[in-house]
């Protein structure tokens, strides 16, 4: 837990603080002094009496009680010290930016096992080691990185990295973004990214705190913790972004199934954090444009306006933006010609609004004015001007930042001429206003933002006799499942599936030819991938044919027994899979099916537990989704039913963690009824 005393101490002390700023403790000292702290700072370091000014204790055991020490020396000397601290001097609030723990090995690790333990002893709160700092609207105790302008309505940030927190930084604050907040972790030994978002969650205040939240982590420890606390923030207002360095796998996977093959650790941080409602960024300019975005008004929906006085950036612009997903509708009509009578001889307003290089800061209001009273199909604008350094375009901006004040529809500008009108750009900033320099940046931003939707609250209707799955799955052996325990688990499940009868001896194929009836599939019981190896006959339309086929299959290496189903033609074959991800739980996919799942990779996931909606987003997202509604006489497929079987899934897995690999591939239509043609279940118990 983040205690007050980390927030807003009414005494810092600095051990190590010295007079040399290129040193964490002198630098860290100045930032706090300069940053404007009003409590009482106290400095320990035996080799100076005053460092910057204040007076200097020789030895941390002079010090009476103080809310928060800042530590920046040796880390072999910080569990002595941290002993005193907590046994004599009482103090329970820790920031070590000091090196040399769990990231140099072993030895490392287990110093900082040891001044974890001290701390938890005390029931005290850790940040670090190997950090930066922190800096909160009460003092400014990090050591490295710009400072930047402290506002409660700015962000707040917490990262993993301080070096990475540094980046962000650079990239941020010259854009105008202002921070409440900054939390830098290092290595987390007690406090880590995802306890920081359980403080801001936990303290939020309606009135004080910041609704603005960024986020760089390059491990999720806790994804319960982070799900929870994101939602609930993004509930009571907030809006968040978030990096996930790490994303790929570095080892070879063993591949068992499709999903196996498909799914892995970052599909289920992806899925955490659309779940969670957190706009995923891939990058640090990406990160500080949506942080932008964020101290701006949300659109009301897509329709976007363009205004600006070069036709180019106004063209990439409305590219990037269509392919993310807004429109760029066409204006016309009565009020479009009259505005076009108030602009200078060259100019369009079909969308984008092009008022041409000699367009004027009194323009530019009218434009906007138009925008916001007349043009009923547009829901916000971007305006991108820049100058060729002819004239000032200060007036520009202040008139910019008037109609951003005074328009009810939402207004991102991109002033791209950081060189040549860089004090008209710091006027705007003085203002309270962010900028963009990069539409084609800004729209992928906005992209990300708009695509990612708010978390929903949705129970699942589904609840399934646990006694019988534990039967089931108790007896069988860790692996796949035999066919005829995962018929009866489907069974329990209420997903329907093809009926079918399962041979072993040549002489028991006729009987279940007659029960299934022609024509029939056959398929080899045992190999993996059935198609791989030949397993699979199709068409099969007499006793002879099914004899000889069974002959063929079960010569196939690994053989077990030979599946007989009805032969059901289907214009589609669609797939659903899952796959335990540790920590994460059960990640849920869907598609298009058959060989296709893998051959064209159109699949879209969710994390479990995935309620109707979210399944029908999840088939929504896909590339293929088209075809759900019919195309060229093609069969239509019920999505509904396709979302209900996800949902069936979903509690299943929920119930059942000894599931680690599903694949239900393909599921067929019949009777305008998605039914299950084959299925493979992977347990470990």
Request: proline share 4%; glycine share 10%; with cysteine.
């Amino acid at each position: 837990m983040i205690p007050k005393e980390l927030i807003e101490p009414k005494s810092i002390v600095v051990i190590g603080g010295s007079n040399d700023i290129s040193k964490p403790g002198g630098r860290v000292l100045k930032n706090i002094i300069e940053g404007g702290y009003m409590g009482e700072l106290f400095v320990v370091n035996p080799k100076d009496t005053a460092v910057q000014g204040i007076s200097c204790y020789k030895s941390v055991s002079e010090l009476n009680k103080v809310d928060l020490a800042i530590i920046a020396i040796s880390s072999k000397y910080i569990p002595d010290t941290l002993e005193i601290l907590t046994k004599q001097i009482k103090c329970k609030s820790f920031i070590v930016l000091s090196a040399g723990f769990s990231e140099m090995g072993e030895e490392g690790k287990i110093l900082e096992k040891s001044i974890t333990q001290i701390v938890n002893n005390a029931g005290g709160c850790l940040i670090g080691p190997n950090r930066m700092g922190v800096m909160t609207t009460s003092y400014k105790g990090m050591f490295g990185g710009p400072m930047p302008e402290r506002d409660s309505n700015g962000c707040d940030f917490v990262s993993g990295s301080g070096a990475t927190a540094v980046f962000i930084l650079e990239t941020a604050i010259p854009m105008g973004i202002k921070f409440a907040s900054v939390f830098t972790v290092g290595n987390s030994a007690q406090i880590g990214v995802e306890d920081i978002i359980q403080y801001w969650d936990e303290s939020f205040d309606e009135n004080r705190s910041s609704k603005i939240k960024i986020i760089y982590l390059e491990q999720i420890h806790k994804p319960d913790k982070f799900l929870k606390h994101c939602r609930s923030l993004i509930k009571k207002g907030c809006r968040i972004a978030g990096i996930k360095a790490g994303t790929t796998d570095a080892g070879s996977r063993a591949v068992s199934s499709h999903t196996g093959a498909l799914a892995g650790s970052d599909l289920a941080v992806d899925a955490l954090f659309r779940k969670a409602g957190v706009v995923r960024c891939s990058g640090r300019v990406e990160l500080a444009y949506v942080a932008g975005i964020f101290n701006y008004p949300e659109f009301n929906g897509n329709r976007i306006a363009i205004v600006t006085h070069a036709g180019g950036p106004g063209v990439m612009l409305t590219d990037s933006l269509s392919k993310g997903g807004f429109e760029i509708p066409h204006i016309k009509g009565g009020d479009a010609d009259e505005l076009l009578t108030k602009l200078n001889y060259g100019s369009s307003v079909a969308n984008p609004i092009d008022f041409i290089a000699t367009g004027t800061a009194e323009q530019l209001g009218v434009i906007l004015d138009y925008i916001d009273n007349k043009f009923d199909n547009i829901d916000g604008t971007v305006v991108i001007f820049g100058t060729p350094g002819l004239t000032d375009v200060t007036p520009v901006y202040k008139l910019l930042d008037g109609k951003m004040k005074s328009c009810k529809k939402p207004i991102l500008p991109v002033l791209p001429s950081i060189v040549q009108a860089s004090d008209a750009i710091d006027t705007f900033i003085s203002l309270g206003r962010v900028f963009f320099k990069d539409e084609v940046v800004l729209a992928n931003a906005m992209s990300k933002v708009y695509n990612t939707s708010k978390p929903i609250d949705e129970e699942s209707i589904y609840k399934f006799d646990r006694k019988a799955i534990n039967e089931l799955i108790s007896e069988s052996e860790d692996g796949f499942l035999k066919p005829e325990l995962v018929k009866k688990l489907l069974d329990i499940t209420g997903i329907k599936r093809v009926k079918e009868k399962i041979v072993t001896f040549e002489e028991q194929v006729s009987n279940a030819c007659s029960e299934v009836g022609f024509p029939l599939v056959m398929k080899v019981i045992g190999p993996v991938h059935k198609t791989d190896v030949g397993g699979v006959k199709l068409n099969i339309s007499s006793d002879y044919e099914a004899v000889q086929s069974f002959r063929r299959l079960m010569k196939i290496q690994g053989a077990k027994g030979i599946l007989i189903q009805p032969m059901l033609h289907s214009d589609f074959e669609l797939f659903i899979g899952a796959k335990y991800e540790k920590d994460f739980g059960h990640i849920l996919l869907c598609g298009l099916g058959g060989i296709f799942i893998e051959v064209l990779k159109d699949f879209s996931y969710g994390l479990c537990p995935v309620s109707h909606k979210e399944a029908l987003d999840m088939i929504r997202k896909l590339k293929s989704y088209e075809v759900f509604n019919g195309v060229r006489g093609k069969q239509r497929i019920d999505e509904q039913n396709y979302a209900d079987i996800i949902v069936h899934l979903s509690a299943l897995l929920e119930s059942t963690p000894e599931i680690k690999e599903l694949d239900l591939n393909p599921l067929l239509m019949k009777d305008n009824e998605l039914i299950v043609a084959d299925s493979r279940i992977l347990i470990e118990k």
